[in-house]
């Protein structure tokens, strides 16, 4: 089974700090995704990356950047935290892009915090 | 644009009893359609998925789900609900040629014993 690893499952930082969520996956995908999940709102693509050093805007990037050194793991990056970034973050990742009907695979989440 | 809406906030449903929880979507071309479960502090699981074919799709924990071109509809099913079955449910669509996948803003769903 593919594992998706996030590091935290609950962080609380304040206001103005630079803040590092980190994923890892274990099946060579090539696709890794950022999403937040906030009530009313469903789950809001942050960034995604195809391949290492690759990456693409989602939905909702303002306030984010996103690393991807190695195929294995992909950072998201909040560079001042804000309150307004509170929210459960949620790391994905899939097979290659020809592969589209392939599920993503999900980790369980980091609730952050910001106060 | 791709886009998905899932019209139920929540859905309250004795144990026993069939339920179903809407799923509509919009996307240019033909769709690639996924729902997924979520539990309490956990990421999301896939369920099932649409890709072409027969339009009842069988999933996991005996969820079944329906594609109706005409309706651009995705609803998925279970003929008999558990109280385990408790949980927040993610309807997803992907149209063809393109890496991002859209979902909905999730329906609660909640089984009484």
């Known amino acids: 089974d593919v594992k998706v690893t996030q590091s935290s499952r609950y962080l609380v930082k304040r206001t103005g700090e630079k803040v590092f969520l980190e994923c890892v996956q274990d099946?060579?995908?090539?696709?890794m995704f950022w999403y937040r999940q906030d009530p009313g709102l469903g789950l809001r693509l942050i960034y995604f990356?195809?391949?290492?050093?690759?990456?693409e805007k989602g939905d909702i990037p303002e306030g984010y950047s996103v690393s991807r050194e190695k195929k294995e793991r992909f950072s998201l990056i909040l560079e001042s935290a804000s309150t307004n970034q509170t929210s459960m973050y949620l790391c994905?990742?899939?097979?290659?892009?020809?592969?589209?009907?392939?599920?993503?695979?999900f980790g369980n989440g980091t609730r952050l915090t910001v106060t | 644009a791709q886009s998905v809406a899932q019209p139920e906030d929540q859905v309250n449903v004795a144990e026993g009893n069939p339920l179903t929880v809407k799923c509509t979507y919009s996307?240019?071309?033909?769709?690639?359609l996924f729902w997924y479960v979520q539990y309490p502090n956990r990421g999301l699981q896939f369920l099932l998925k649409?890709?072409?074919?027969?339009?009842l799709v069988k999933g996991s924990y005996g969820f079944e789900a329906e594609f109706n071109k005409s309706q651009t509809s995705f609803h998925l099913k279970k003929p008999s609900a558990l109280v385990s079955d408790s949980a927040l449910y993610f309807c997803?669509?992907?149209?063809?040629?393109?890496?991002?996948?859209?979902f909905g803003t999730g329906t609660r769903l909640l089984v009484s014993p």
């Open positions: 994905a990742s899939s097979p290659p892009g020809q592969r589209l009907n392939s599920p993503l695979h």
């Open positions: 990356s195809y391949d290492v050093k690759m990456k």
């Open positions: 099946m060579d995908h090539e696709n």
């Open positions: 996307v240019s071309g033909n769709p690639y």
């Open positions: 649409y890709i072409t074919g027969d339009n």
């Open positions: 997803a669509v992907r149209d063809r040629g393109f890496q991002k996948l859209v």
